[in-house]
């Protein structure tokens, strides 16, 4: 029998996890110059896509742009994995790219990738323990692998005390049949850390025969996409429909008796049974077919996340318009996981109580691909940083979604999985894709994380845009440039200046409000009966609804306006 004592191994900064959120803060803190681990259970699941293999969309899309801007990997490889894009919101701060990735050439490039950064060791290994002493942090692996590191970033997704549920059956796993990190949740607590727990799923795959596609509507690509990243792909990619259907009042007859879902899930990728409990108004709701790859004939049926027995969900798939011949080959399962609870963060995603240990990605209390990868970059940035004795960066929620992020996740009580979404910034209409790479370009340049070549175009970029703007004529306007200057234009027509939106976030909202009286949703109304926020900064940050924070603005401008016309004419 061969023996020996393993020798600790020792780094700057150690990442344990290699999912969207790990990748990203291995990614940067290398790229800052750290000599860095990324240890991670299975390298077979580098970057896997455990739910829709889709990206972007407002908010998500917008912190894409951001990302790229600091040299992220996950733009990257989404343009160039992609197999559809489409956009929304057209030329107006709302515009996003969105992009569906073929799984996996996603997960083979992206590793590929990961083993190509300088300073970046990866190890197969999953970590049990973890121990502070005076200035570095100790590891300790099931292997038996020993690591010491100056900082320590925690991105271990929905693993930690993962428990999945489908077929009526619970299984200890992070995600389907992956043992989960229950050790390691264990350890966390043990530094008194506060877990809490949040629930997620995700919908089945299946084969369908080529008589359902008649049935459904046709999703259409852009044949001239907009990408992920400001830096195109070298060739066009390859690019197939997706498909639109919805279910129907039979599934209704079938589901009306099944139990709302216990723990907290996402609500803007609900489960299918929350959806039906939530909208009981609603007949039909949308399922969007969406491809796993162009090689392959199983379908990801995005709108249908369950974990109830496989009979029932073959039953509810059969029952959906086109899809009555379908087969499921995986099926929908959920996750309830640990993640961080509120205020132990700070928005550097630092821990407040343990110095040099850092959070990223699902474990932090947010939801998908594109807020682990952000939280991943901003962790990954202040352990490299912090590990070389520099001050920390904190990226400003006033100029980008990621400082908004940031703010959020150290500052609010969760009460489900956070997503992004464009109502969570107070000036949305200044933090646009288009104009992504010019925000973070203060922290890109001082910190190298893009290269000089690069940088110094994004500060022409800046310049083009700013003297047309004030009606210079400038040479060698591109198509992107031209759409930001309309954008701008517009935005000043409109008067949406900073100084208005300011006003306007510091407008006094009475207590004793009648909601009643305001055009907004059930869901908006409740919310803001049962904070009664004092200003329309307060309102925003519950999250509620562009429109609704719109609609509440008018109602108290009108009603300020019919005050001063009444105190004028009692004047007279
Ligand atoms: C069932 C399911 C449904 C989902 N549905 C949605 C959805 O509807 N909408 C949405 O936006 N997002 C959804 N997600 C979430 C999305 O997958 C995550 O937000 C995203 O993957 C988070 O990235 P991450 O890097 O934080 O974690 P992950 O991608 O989960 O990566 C975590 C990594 O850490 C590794 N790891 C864990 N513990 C250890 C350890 N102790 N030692 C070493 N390595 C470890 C794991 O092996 C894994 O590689 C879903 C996830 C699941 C599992």
Redesign the pocket.
């Known amino acids: 029998m061969v023996s020996g004592k393993n020798k600790k191994q020792t780094y700057d900064v150690i990442v ?9 803060a291995a990614s940067a803190a290398a790229r800052m110059g750290a000599q860095t681990l990324m ?4 390298l077979d ?8 293999p889709s990206f972007g969309g407002p908010g ?1 899309g917008h912190l894409l742009r951001e990302i790229d801007s600091l040299g992220a990997l996950m733009p990257f490889v989404i343009d160039r994995t992609a197999i559809h894009f489409r956009h929304s919101g057209k030329d107006s701060p709302k515009w996003a790219p969105f992009a569906i990735c073929d799984r996996l050439h996603y997960h083979r490039l992206l590793k590929n990738e990961i083993e190509n950064i300088k300073n970046l060791t990866i190890t197969q ?4 323990d973890i121990s502070k002493n005076k200035k570095s942090w100790n590891l300790l ?2 292997a038996g692998q020993r690591f010491t590191a100056k900082t320590l970033v ?7 005390k ?1 428990r ?1 549920k489908q077929n009526n059956a619970s299984q200890k796993a ?3 049949n ?1 043992v ?2 229950d ?2 949740a264990k350890s966390l607590k043990g530094l008194g850390l506060k877990l809490g727990a949040f629930r ?4 089945p795959t299946a084969i369908i025969p080529e008589t359902g596609f008649k049935e459904f509507d046709k999703q259409f690509f852009e044949k001239k996409p907009r990408y992920c990243s400001f830096v195109k792909p070298e060739k066009e990619p390859e690019q197939t429909e997706t498909f639109k259907t919805f279910t129907g009042s039979k599934l209704l007859i079938l589901l009306k008796d099944q139990q709302a879902d216990k723990e907290r899930g ?1 609500r ?2 609900p489960s299918l049974i929350d959806k039906l409990q939530r909208f009981p108004e609603k007949k039909r709701h949308p399922v969007f077919i969406q491809p796993e790859g162009l090689d392959r004939r199983e379908w990801f049926l995005n709108g249908l ?1 369950m974990d109830l027995d496989n009979e029932i969900q073959q039953q509810i798939v059969g029952l959906v318009a086109g899809l009555e011949g379908a087969k499921i080959v995986r099926y ?4 309830s ?1 640990y993640f961080l609870q509120e205020s132990q963060l700070f928005e550097t995603m630092e821990c407040r109580e343990n110095e040099g240990l850092f959070f ?5 209390g ?8 952000a ?2 970059i901003m962790a990954g940035i202040n352990a490299a940083l912090k590990a070389c004795n520099k001050e920390a960066v904190q990226i400003s929620s006033e100029t980008s979604y990621m400082g908004v992020l940031a703010r959020d996740l150290a500052t609010k009580k969760l009460g489900e ?1 956070y ?1 992004m979404l464009l109502s969570r910034a107070t000036n949305a209409h200044e933090l646009r894709c288009d104009n992504a790479d010019i925000r973070m370009m203060g922290v890109s340049g001082r910190l190298k994380l893009i290269d000089r070549k690069r940088l110094a175009q994004v500060k022409a970029k800046k310049v083009r845009i700013e003297e047309a703007v004030t009606g210079k004529t400038v040479s060698g306007l591109t198509p992107e440039d031209k759409r930001e200057i309309a954008t701008i234009r517009k935005i000043e027509n409109y008067g949406l200046k900073s100084t208005n939106v300011k006003k306007l976030n510091e407008m006094a909202i009475p207590r004793t409000l009648d909601y009643s009286k305001i055009d907004v949703s059930k869901e908006a109304r409740e919310k803001l009966n049962r904070f009664r926020p004092v200003t329309i900064e307060e309102a925003i940050r519950l999250n509620i609804p562009e429109n609704t924070v719109k609609a509440l603005a008018l109602y108290l401008q009108r009603k300020a306006g019919q005050r001063e016309n009444v105190s004028r004419e009692t004047k007279k």
């Not at 580098?46 to 829709?52: D, Q």
């Not at 929908?332 to 996750?335: A, T």
């Open positions: 344990v996890g290699g999912g969207h959120a790990g990748c990203e240890v991670t259970t299975s699941t580098i970057g896997l896509l455990a739910c829709s998500r290994d999953t970590v049990e692996s099931v925690i991105a271990a997704g929905t693993f930690l993962g999945t992070g995600r389907n992956e989960s990190a050790a390691l997620t799923g995700t919908s996402p803007y990728c996340s929908g399962y959920s996750v996981y990223a990605g699902q474990v932090t947010s939801n998908g691909y594109e807020e682990a990868a939280t991943g999985p997503r």
